[in-house]
């Protein structure tokens, strides 16, 4: 699993959409993009990611980063 292409970007989406309460709609897919690339960075840490998410403006506002 961990060697998948996609996984960065389904965790981050997964996520994301845990935390945020709903999929990600439409303009939102640059912030799950954001996420997806900032774990990849940061050696698939998924406890930076979690901590990412909720930081981020899009998770606080409700809306695009």
Request: hydrophobic share 45%; net charge negative; charged share 25%.
């Amino acid at each position: 699993i961990a060697e998948h292409e996609d996984l960065a970007h389904c965790l981050a989406e997964r996520t994301y959409a845990y935390a945020a309460g709903h999929v990600p709609v439409m303009g939102e897919e640059e912030v799950v993009q954001w996420l997806a690339d900032d774990f990849v960075e940061q050696g698939h840490s998924v406890r930076h990611l979690m901590r990412t998410i909720v930081l981020s403006k899009a998770f606080r506002q409700g809306g695009v980063q």
